[in-house]
């Protein structure tokens, strides 16, 4: 993966297996996406708003769009139809090193504990390594989040003893470790 040049993703990116349905957001998602990030989880490990309205949403997905158009990454809907959005999966290079490509993931609190962030992490990973060959396949995840690390646990990453990672979420700094594919 030449760390210069845009990712090299498949328009549109759609990915299927394990049950997953996974696809580029749509303009129709808002309420959707209104519905998953709207909640005091998501407002504690994401950098999106909180509260996370229609405004937002609009303004998340242009920047979603924005950053696809660029080749700077892509963001999935998790679908099981191919249709409701029940989560969401990031793919894209990572700021720490950008040979690197770096996953994130959500799942809207209705949807939980059905392994949906797992699955898309799979699929996301096997679609990374085979087709962007990164030096390296990574999540960064604050210490705290129990449900982040057991997602990265069950989806065969590690911990690293790569550098703490530290980014601006809304008026915080916040610190991430560095997990990686083990087969990456």
Not at 6 to 20: A, E, I, K
Not at 37 to 48: I, K, L, N, Q, S
Not at 95 to 111: K, S
Request: hydrophobic fraction near 40%; glycine fraction near 8%; proline fraction near 7%.
């Amino acid at each position: 993966m030449d760390a210069q040049e845009p990712l090299p993703l498949q328009s549109p990116l759609r990915l299927h297996g394990l049950g997953l349905r996974l696809r580029e957001w749509r303009d129709d998602d808002a309420p959707a996406l209104v519905a998953l990030y709207d909640d005091p989880e998501m407002a504690r490990w994401t950098p999106v708003p909180s509260p996370f309205g229609a405004d937002a949403a609009q303004a998340y997905l242009a920047a979603a769009d924005q950053k696809r158009t660029e080749g700077r990454g892509v963001h999935l809907a998790i679908t099981t139809d191919g249709e409701l959005p029940l989560g969401e999966v990031l793919l894209f290079r990572s700021a720490t090193d950008p040979r690197d490509t770096e996953l994130a993931y959500g799942v809207g609190p209705a949807h939980r504990g059905r392994g949906l962030a797992a699955k898309a992490v799979r699929l996301v990973t096997e679609y990374a390594t085979r087709h962007l060959r990164p030096r390296r396949v990574v999540l960064c995840i604050e210490e705290e989040n129990t449900a982040s690390e057991a997602v990265a646990k069950s989806t065969g990453f590690e911990l690293t003893d790569d550098e703490l990672v530290v980014r601006r979420h809304k008026d915080r700094d916040v610190t991430l470790r560095t997990w990686c594919h083990r087969h990456g």
